[in-house]
């Protein structure tokens, strides 16, 4: 059964740090997401990453994926206030499905 | 612009009710999707839908089911809720292997 966890699970960084949020998956699957969700709002769609060594870069957020070690992270940079939200992966529940599992979530507070 | 609309944004119910959810897209997507999030359990799919008619169990289906009579509508049914169903419950929309669309959620309390 596939499992995904995140940690950590609460994060409160400073403005201008650098950090990472991981997300370890325990079985084998050809897609995995990141996703945003400020405080009382729907989720929002950042990341897919289809394949080993996937990369991709928006602003301040740089979301990896190792496929061999089951891992993604999410790396921010220079943190800012706006980034406050919690982040979700979610990974397919096996090839050719739709069907994703989620992690539990990281609540990301970034302050003055 | 892509939308996923939940019909009721906050919803109060008895023990017992028989409560209806409901859920429409306007992207023409296959897939559709129930969750429900709870603190400290993140999102957890209740029922999934890829086509009209067609659906399949996710991981906690139980007292739930669940209507697909057409492609942009997804309904969600309790058939008798219970207080552990208090929860909040999104729907999402997506064409297969694509990301999903999320609607802004139902925060039922069941009383």
């Known amino acids: 059964e596939l499992k995904v966890e995140q940690n950590p699970l609460f994060l409160s960084m400073q403005e201008g740090k650098n950090y990472t949020i991981y997300c370890n998956y325990s079985?084998?699957?050809?897609?995995l997401y990141w996703y945003r969700q400020d405080p009382g709002k729907s989720l929002e769609s950042l990341f897919v990453?289809?394949?080993?060594?996937a990369v991709k870069q928006e602003g301040r957020l740089m979301a990896s994926l190792d496929t061999k070690a089951r891992l993604s992270t999410l790396h921010i940079t220079a943190a800012v206030h706006d980034l406050s939200a919690t982040y979700f992966c979610?990974?397919?529940?096996?090839?050719?499905?739709?069907?994703?599992?989620f992690g539990t979530g990281t609540r990301l507070q970034v302050f003055p | 612009d892509v939308k996923v609309t939940q019909s009721s944004r906050y919803l109060v119910k008895r023990t017992g009710e028989k409560v209806f959810l409901e859920c429409v897209q306007d992207?023409?997507?296959?897939?559709m999707f129930w969750y429900r999030q709870d603190p400290g359990l993140g999102l957890r799919l209740i029922y999934f839908?890829?086509?009209?008619?067609?659906?399949e169990k996710g991981d906690i289906p139980e007292g739930y089911s669940v209507s697909r009579e057409k492609k942009e509508r997804f309904s969600l049914i309790l058939e008798s809720a219970s207080t552990n169903q208090t929860s909040m419950y999104l729907c999402?929309?997506?064409?297969?292997?694509?990301?999903?669309?999320f609607g802004s959620g139902t925060q039922l309390s069941v009383l």
């Open positions: 999402a929309s997506s064409l297969s292997g694509r990301k999903l669309f």
């Open positions: 990453l289809l394949s080993n060594g």
């Open positions: 079985t084998t699957s050809d897609r």
């Open positions: 992207m023409d997507h296959e897939n």
């Open positions: 839908s890829y086509d009209v008619k067609m659906k």
């Open positions: 979610a990974v397919a529940k096996s090839y050719n499905t739709d069907k994703l599992i």
